[in-house]
């Protein structure tokens, strides 16, 4: 399966586990980015949302992806944020 079938299978389930605030809160922006050797790597947003997944919803996140897929995987979870666009803002003058 490509790392996509993955994410979209485990997360199916495991969105149907989880309360949507909860839901939208962590996994909100998590994207798959590839699979290999047993393991899956997944985008996510923020280091925090990072820290949040690998402590409370690792297992639950390996189990739903075994248990829709038949496949035993571990994940590995990359930071990547957007780039700011920076605006130049002009001072504006009081007449």
Known sequence: M????????GAAALRNQLA????????HGVAPLSH?????????PS???AER???SYSGMLVDA???RTGESVQFDLV?????RVATLVEPTREV
């Open 47 to 49: 280091s925090l949302a």
């Open 53 to 55: 997944i690998r402590s």
């Open 65 to 67: 992806i075994r248990d």
């Open 79 to 83: 930071v990547e944020t957007s780039p």
């Open 2 to 9: 490509t790392a996509e079938e993955l994410w979209n299978e």
């Open 36 to 44: 290999g050797d047993g393991t899956l790597v997944l985008s996510v």
């Open 20 to 27: 949507p605030a909860t839901w939208a809160a962590w996994f």
